[in-house]
């Protein structure tokens, strides 16, 4: 068995060709000779153990890593809780093999979080977030920016538009909903779906109950607050909503409102709103 070609030190860049990656990942499987051990002499039984021991030393840093940040998080002047020994347990199996750094940042700050308020991350929130990919929680980033909370209400809801119900302005009406263009913001269909499928929003649109004409509803988006009132009756908000998981995983992320989805809400609702 020949060895697999070593990385030439002017290839260690992402620029290289598919084959040269496809040969890089030899490594993991034990098929490329380094300092001590030759794949060539190795039996296949042996290529597997030098396998294993990669992958445990990978799972063992990755491990470091993450407690690492959870280090750092954890403040020394609050009273720490024991954790759940089933809990770390989990938490452990599954962070070990978070291999990117943006994600074992969340994972630590995961930990840490359990260990000053614990009961906070559930073990289904867990096998979630391991299934996540790092663009995918670019996605759920960029939805928590657009999303909203409503008067004192501690969900999220991303606004996707709002409907006239009834009363005899409808007759004057071209349509009856007014949608945001949410693909224009970077949200398009797709990445919706992508979060449904990944369990952070839930797979049906929503509607608030009728809007008390003239009463003021309360929108906080992250740092930004604004009042809506409407203008009459049979008004009601369309939304996506974010399921537990979702909820659980918005305790991780702090994203700056989207000035221009915020700047778009106030012209498309003007018609029917004031906004303060």
């Known amino acids: 068995m020949a060895d697999t070609p070593s990385e030439p030190k002017s290839e260690q860049t992402s620029d290289v060709s598919a084959r040269k990656k496809a040969l890089l990942l030899g490594r993991r499987l034990g098929l490329t000779s380094e300092e ?9 039984a042996e290529r597997a153990e030098h396998r294993q021991r990669k ?35 989990q938490f452990f199996q599954l962070a070990e093999q978070i291999h990117n750094r943006k994600m074992q940042e969340l994972w630590g700050r995961i930990l ?6 614990p009961g906070n991350f559930s073990l289904r929130t867990l096998a979630t977030l391991k299934q996540l990919t790092h663009k995918e929680a670019q996605f759920f980033e ?17 606004i996707i538009g ?9 007759l004057f009406r071209k349509t009856d909903a007014i949608s945001i263009g949410l693909s224009q913001f970077g ?34 988006l992250q740092d930004i607050k ?12 369309s939304y996506y909503r974010l399921t537990p998981v979702g909820e659980e995983l918005a305790q991780l992320v702090r994203p700056g409102a989207d000035i221009e989805y ?11 709103f004031i906004i303060d």
């Not at 030759?38 to 296949?44: N, P, W």
């Not at 915020?262 to 029917?272: G, P």
């Open 112 to 117: 840490a979080y359990e260990i000053t308020s």
């Open 187 to 220: 949200l398009p269909y797709s990445t919706i779906l992508t979060l449904i499928d990944s369990g952070i929003l839930h797979r049906s649109e929503f509607e608030t109950g009728l809007l008390n004409s003239k009463t003021p509803i309360s929108f906080t």
């Open 36 to 44: 001590g051990y030759r794949a060539s002499q190795a039996s296949i």
């Open 55 to 89: 992958l445990d030393s990978q799972y063992q840093a990755n491990l470091e890593a993450v407690y690492t940040i959870a280090l750092a998080n954890t403040p020394s002047e609050v009273t720490g809780t024991d954790l759940d020994p089933d809990w770390v347990h």
């Open 262 to 272: 915020t700047k778009a809400i106030k012209a498309l609702f003007a018609k029917d």
């Open 142 to 158: 960029k939805a928590l920016a657009m999303a909203v909370k409503i008067n004192n209400e501690s969900r999220h809801k991303l």
């Open 226 to 237: 604004m009042t809506l009132t409407p203008k009459g009756g049979h008004l009601l908000f």
């Open 162 to 170: 709002y409907r006239y119900a009834g009363g005899i302005g409808k």
